[in-house]
């Protein structure tokens, strides 16, 4: 079985959220080679009667928010195919308290534990940094900013967890080098200096959104006056932000990056940036602990 075959009840949420099933079918593959590493599951093959059937459910042990969903139950899909029944019982994007039950899953036990594992940490990770992120996003309820991710993800699972923190409630920044331009400070360097780097993206790539990342005021007059429709604002403190909101007047849209943490995201939201770039949210989440409880069909 494979992505273009899983059940709709899978398949339709996973392309709605913008992923490629055949992406996602690779990387479950890739999931499931690793933990058998060209054998077999010696511990369920020894102890498992080979027609034995049982209900498999994923369990939340702490609080949190549910991400992956779907991505967990398409491992199942593809270890079980249409032997099995396989209920999304708590949706992305749902908080959760202990006990609580996200995925329940029905066929042969077999293969309900050669899945368990992969699904499992899909699903905790994900979970994960859809949590961390509803905790920042909660932090600045009421300001008028966004928390937004970045780039530091892992590699081949960028979708995912950009789609991850999403459920948490925050937004993303460009997927790819292709989706936008950033002129960072090695840019500059290169350049030769922050509005000449500007000009250069602005001129090759007329029709794209062009942020540009200043470290102090002067620079930020500078890349305004060139037209930037987003700047970066490197490491500066609350005070330097309110002026640098102020002297943006609504020109452009202003992000906060550089030592935010949780204790300072309410007073940093609060000078007026549009957005806060927390790369901490993919690249630091605890895994949100899920364990799957087995029970046995009678």
């Not at 199942?76 to 749902?94: K, L």
């Not at 993800?153 to 993303?172: D, F, H, I, Q, S």
């Not at 062009?210 to 005070?239: C, H, I, K, M, R």
Request: proline share 4%; net charge negative; glycine share 10%.
């Amino acid at each position: 079985m494979s992505g273009t075959t899983w059940p709709k009840e899978i398949s339709d949420p996973l392309v709605a959220a913008g992923f490629s099933l055949d992406a996602v079918s690779s990387l479950i593959t890739m999931a499931l080679d690793e933990d058998l590493d060209g054998g077999v599951d010696v511990t369920t093959v020894a102890t498992v009667p080979v027609d034995q059937r049982a209900t498999l459910d994923l369990v939340a042990r702490g609080a949190g928010v549910s991400a992956g969903a779907p991505v967990a139950a398409a491992v199942f899909a593809e270890v079980c195919g249409s032997d099995a029944a396989i209920t999304i019982v708590t949706p992305d994007g749902t908080r959760v308290e202990p006990g609580t039950v996200i995925l329940s899953v029905t066929g042969s036990t077999h293969e309900l534990l050669r899945a368990e594992r992969p699904a499992l940490n899909l699903l905790g990770h994900l979970s994960g940094i859809a949590t961390a992120t509803r905790a920042w996003v909660d932090a600045i309820e009421g300001t008028g900013a966004s928390i937004r991710d970045t780039r530091k993800t892992t590699p081949g699972m960028r979708r995912l967890e950009k789609y991850a923190v999403r459920c948490g409630g925050g937004v993303n920044h460009r997927m790819s080098l292709s989706d936008a331009a950033l002129v960072k400070d090695n840019h500059v360097v290169a350049a030769g200096g922050v509005a000449e780097a500007f000009d250069l993206v602005r001129t090759q790539f007329p029709g794209l959104d062009v942020e540009v990342e200043v470290d102090s005021l002067d620079q930020l007059d500078e890349v305004l006056g060139a037209g930037a429709d987003l700047v970066l604002l490197d490491n500066f403190t609350p005070e330097q932000m309110r002026e640098a909101v102020r002297r943006t007047s609504g020109r452009a849209r202003l992000e906060a990056s550089g030592g935010l943490s949780l204790d300072v995201a309410a007073e940093v939201a609060s000078t007026g940036v549009d957005y806060l770039a927390v790369g901490a949210l993919t690249h630091s989440a605890p895994v949100l602990d899920i364990g799957a409880d087995l029970r046995q069909e009678s």
